[in-house]
């Protein structure tokens, strides 16, 4: 290398240093410290100085442009953003710059503090905190902390690898001059208890954890009588009371009092009376096994029931199952649920909860706070399906109507129904049943053992399609797998061996309201395809098979016939009846037999109509004597 070329390279020396101001920070910090914003040394309270100091010689006069104080190992308030209200650093008395708050940090920015050669510089740091109820943590501590990396400046550097306040000091202090409601709820049951929390606070609504006032909680406003709100010390500033209890239906408020605090005084709470549940239709008969633990030929069970005395036009979670007399009020029981969904495909779930969705259905209240719908059971194999004859009642569990993740109401349908076992005799055995119709999907098919549809029905069935596929996990019974799920207008369930009376009306009720859309009868319980329903002996293995014909469950609900007169004359059997207005002459069959000890057959017969409704069947007069039958 040329001489005439060489060149010395000296590298820069940063000489800037930093400590912390000993007994700088303040004891304490006043939870009512809230300042908007802080331009003076009289507002905020001051939580840290920091000086920084450039020594003679080396790098010169240095000029720091930003400051970032970060949280100390040790600090105790988790969120700065959400607790710290505004920061300030200063200068002595001079303002220099509003802090930008993170939940980690206070970064100061846009600085321009010259710290010439041989000179330094105090800087302060003033805050004040939230006024949000709840936002402040009593007795917690701040620590901030800052590294060299921490501090910008220019023409100079910091050489002070870290810094820290004090972790003992900064202490946000909450003095409680009031008691506050924490936790009231907006609706109580009448003579069923309830809780409510309280806490000793701030004007804020900060909780003091140090207070220990005794406190009672007493009825304000109201016509009924409250218990249970005997006095209580609070505890890390709060208590609650677990047992208070009202007892008239209605509105009313309480009140906490206790020392010097000033009394609080809860919302407006409705008492209710007890939830109820009245069955609409709930079926006799559902699905089980005679015994075990495997249940591979379920079919679903439906009914239909009515709630009161819940929150007006609230939409409520729910879910149900199976549960038996044994179980307790609070047993959520077994089974798995299909949700009818009032609209698009109905859901199934095999684990029912409040808390995921596609596990748990909804509904909205009425003005009175009641609500009536349909609710789907698939029997499993579990112990309350598991054995014939058992007792299995549909339980219904609630949230609280307002979006809650926890049961917080039971209900418990007053009847129910007898578990049956698909098999070919014995007691509580049953035979299959299974439909196709025109009936709309997701409506529900009833079965009676009268031509009226008096009393509660026999089973009760979904139309299929409903949307889902029953049959994921190959636990449905071969009938229903292969010719109902899925199938437009096809529905299926089991039915009693022992019916005398047989099947006599099968009837479609909507989704939507539960009301009527179409009736099939058969009076006698032998269908016009032939189908026997009285005391079928099939189980699942020949269930009976109702055609479109035998009850197509469409239009008005057909008129029951009545026979008005018989004579003879001519030597023919003059038939008298009257049928629906929309009836044809081709609707009817006439069956004859000898003696009523033997089975009704079809026989040759004229059908002719005088009118709307009015019919004659005119049958050649046998020998001997016959009994007849008008069937639509």
């Given amino acids: 290398m040329a001489a005439g070329n060489s060149q010395t390279i000296v590298a820069a020396v940063y000489d800037l240093t930093m400590s912390a101001v000993a007994a700088s920070e303040s004891a304490t910090i006043s939870s ?61 008395s001079t303002a220099l710059a509003a802090g930008t708050i993170s939940a980690t940090s206070i970064a100061f920015s846009g600085l321009s503090v010259g710290i010439a050669d041989n000179t330094s510089k105090t800087l302060t740091l003033r805050l004040s905190l939230k006024n949000t109820a709840g936002a402040l943590k009593d007795n917690a501590h701040f620590q901030f902390a800052l590294t060299n990396g921490d501090v910008t400046a220019m023409s100079n550097g910091m050489t002070t690898v870290s810094v820290n306040s004090d972790e003992t000091q900064n202490q946000i202090t909450v003095l409680a001059t009031k008691l506050g409601f924490a936790s009231v709820p907006a609706y109580v049951v009448t003579n069923a208890a309830f809780s409510a929390v309280v806490q000793a606070q701030d004007a804020n609504g ?111 979670r729910y879910y149900n199952q199976g549960v038996i007399g044994t179980d307790t009020a609070t047993a959520t029981g077994a089974g798995n649920c299909i949700l009818a969904s009032p609209s698009g495909s109905f859901v199934r779930t095999s684990s029912p909860g409040l808390s995921t969705a596609g596990s748990y259905g909804t509904f909205t209240t009425d003005a009175s706070g009641s609500y009536t719908g349909w609710f789907v059971l698939e029997p499993t194999g579990n112990a309350r399906f598991g054995t014939a004859g058992n007792q299995v009642f549909v339980r219904i569990i609630l949230n609280d109507g307002n ?135 099939g189980g699942d293995a020949t269930p009976v098979v109702i055609t479109a014909t035998d009850a197509p469950l469409t239009g008005a609900a057909p008129t029951t016939l009545v026979i008005t007169g018989i004579q003879v004359t001519g030597g023919n059997v003059l038939i008298d009846f009257t049928g629906g207005a929309a009836d044809a002459i081709t609707d009817f069959t006439v069956l004859s037999t000898a003696n009523l000890t033997t089975g009704l057959n079809p026989i040759a017969a004229t059908i002719t109509t005088s009118g709307p409704g009015l019919f004659r069947a005119t049958i050649p007069l046998g020998t001997p004597a016959a009994f007849y039958r008008i069937k639509r």
Wanted: with cysteine; glycine share 12%; hydrophobic share 40%.
């Fill in 32 to 92: 009512l410290v809230n300042d908007a914003t802080i331009t003076t040394t009289g507002q905020g309270a001051q939580a840290w100085q920091v000086t920084l100091s450039n020594p003679a010689g080396n790098a010169g006069a240095g000029t720091v442009s930003a400051i970032n104080f970060t949280q100390g190992a040790n600090n105790g308030v988790a969120n700065w953003q959400t607790t710290i209200q505004a920061a300030e650093l200063f200068d002595g």
């Fill in 206 to 316: 900060n909780l003091d954890v140090d207070d220990t006032t005794s406190v009672t909680i007493t009825k304000l406003t109201g016509a009924g009588t409250l218990t249970g709100g005997d006095a209580l010390n609070l505890l890390n500033g709060t208590n609650r009371w677990a047992a208070l209890v009202y007892d008239t239906a209605g509105t009313f408020t309480m009140q906490a009092a206790g020392g010097s605090l000033t009394t609080a005084t809860s919302g407006t709470i409705t008492a209710l009376l007890a939830p109820t549940v009245t069955d609409v239709f709930m079926p006799q008969y559902m699905q089980g096994i005679a015994s075990g633990s495997s249940n591979s030929k379920r079919v679903p069970f439906a009914c239909r029931v009515t709630f009161s005395n819940l929150i007006a036009g609230a939409t409520y």
């Fill in 403 to 537: 979006n809650g993740t926890s049961p917080k109401t039971f209900l418990t349908t007053p009847d129910a129904a007898t578990v049956l076992a698909f098999n070919t005799t014995g007691a509580n055995t049953g035979t299959g049943i299974w439909g196709s119709s025109s009936a709309t999907d997701k409506n529900f098919v009833l079965l009676y053992d009268n031509v009226a549809g008096a009393g509660q029905p026999l089973a009760a069935a979904l139309v299929e399609s409903d949307g889902v596929a029953e049959n994921t996990a190959a636990s449905y019974v071969k009938f229903y797998n292969d010719s109902v799920d899925g199938i437009s207008g096809a529905w299926g369930t089991i039915i009693p061996n022992m019916l005398a009376n047989g099947i006599q009306r099968i009837e479609q009720r909507k989704l939507s309201d539960g009301s009527l859309v179409a009736a099939n009868t058969d009076s006698d319980g032998v269908w016009p395809s032939g189908a026997n329903t009285v005391n079928p002996a």
